[in-house]
């Protein structure tokens, strides 16, 4: 047998063999989407069927109420919404809006409390402005948002909660831009 015809042979069962390959991994995506439906794993077919969060109790409903202050600052402060009724477990957004009235920029920073006491380890907060420093040039505004989570395990007497935030000012801090202390 001449080289070229071994080459030849050679070069077509590589050809089968990757044809064979491709058509082998081609056929396993409908294999793996039907075992990913059997198991309930990976669900890329259904993605409208979402699955519940289950830590919700939705047994109870909880008032959260807002209230803002500003303590020595000219800054009008207020919550969007002044109260909300969420579930425990829930995950929930409220926003609060700012506004520098004063003539100069100030950075602020916001300490939240809460009524009664005893609930704010049952707030869990995930993103709130009062995190970090907010700097304010004058007459300058921002909404800014406060996500959370009331934990399920709230006593059961506790069916009001108030979030409150003071904003107070922090002498010596970074101004924004073009803002100077004069």
Known sequence: MSKALANRRLLTRLSVFAVAMFGFGFALVPFYEKICEVAGINNLIKPAAAVENTQIDRSRTITLEFDANAHGLEWEFK??????????GEMIQVEYDVRNKGAKPVVGQAIPSYGPKHAAPFVKKLECFCFKQQPLLAGEGKRMP????????????????TLSYTFFEVKGAALPKGGDQG
Do not use: E, G, K, M
């Not at 919550?79 to 579930?87: D, E, F, I, L, Y």
């Not at 406060?146 to 909660?161: G, K």
């Open 79 to 88: 919550p969007v919404q002044t109260s909300v009724r969420v579930h425990p």
């Open 146 to 161: 406060v996500q959370f989570v009331i934990d399920s395990t709230l006593p059961a007497d506790v069916n009001t909660i």
